[in-house]
């Protein structure tokens, strides 16, 4: 049984990626990721589709709550 794979909607931030997944390009070109990894959210990274921090400078603000 494969562990489950968990995305943590970051407060302000990132898309945080635990677990056993396999992140592909539209190509369907796999990214090298650990097993834990951040996924920009604010489309301002520099390393997309990866956060490099970006999302602190210009002040990205999103904290969106499950019903
Ligand atoms: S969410 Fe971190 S750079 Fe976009």
Known sequence: ?????????????SYRITGDVELVDAEGNV????????????????IKPFCDGTHRK????????AE
């Open 1 to 13: 049984m494969s562990e489950k794979v968990v995305i943590k909607v970051n407060d302000n931030g």
């Open 31 to 46: 990214f090298e990721t650990k097993k834990s990894f951040s996924l920009c959210r604010c489309g301002q990274s520099a």
């Open 58 to 65: 210009i002040g990205f603000d999103s904290a969106p709550r």
